[in-house]
């Protein structure tokens, strides 16, 4: 078993440092960190903890699952790994692609004769 814990089902309201304390009572909390939506600031519900030894893990997760915590069940395990993405990055060309070769797709704003200049 590994040292970081997944916790999930927190009440919104819970912070960081309320996640710590919660955690401390089984060990020393080396980090403790409630994740938080990027665009709203508004916690996503979930957050992970890293124990300083793996027993000191185990004996949060088997205390602790379960348990009521400002009004909800937590829901606790050892965190897994994170998943590769799939896919890339980058952006969208919209339906029609685009880029540089050479064709404008049907009346999309230009001239109807390619361009053409008389």
């Known amino acids: 078993m590994g040292k970081k814990i997944y916790v999930g089902n927190l009440a919104y309201s819970v912070r ?12 020393t909390v080396e980090s403790a960190k409630v994740v938080m939506d ?7 519900g979930f957050g992970f903890v890293e124990m300083s030894s793996p027993e000191e893990a185990a004996d949060a997760i088997s205390s602790l699952h379960g348990t009521e915590f400002n009004g ?24 029609r692609g685009g880029g540089d ?18």
């Not at 960081?16 to 060990?27: M, P, R, S, V």
């Open 101 to 118: 070769r050479g064709d404008r797709g049907g009346d999309r704003g230009g001239r109807r004769d390619g361009g053409n200049r008389y």
């Open 38 to 44: 990027r665009d709203t600031g508004r916690s996503k």
């Open 16 to 27: 960081d440092q309320e996640l710590a304390e919660k955690f401390g009572q089984f060990g």
């Open 72 to 95: 909800r069940n937590l829901t606790v395990s050892e965190a897994k790994p994170m998943a590769p993405r799939e896919g890339g990055g980058g952006f969208s060309r919209g339906p």
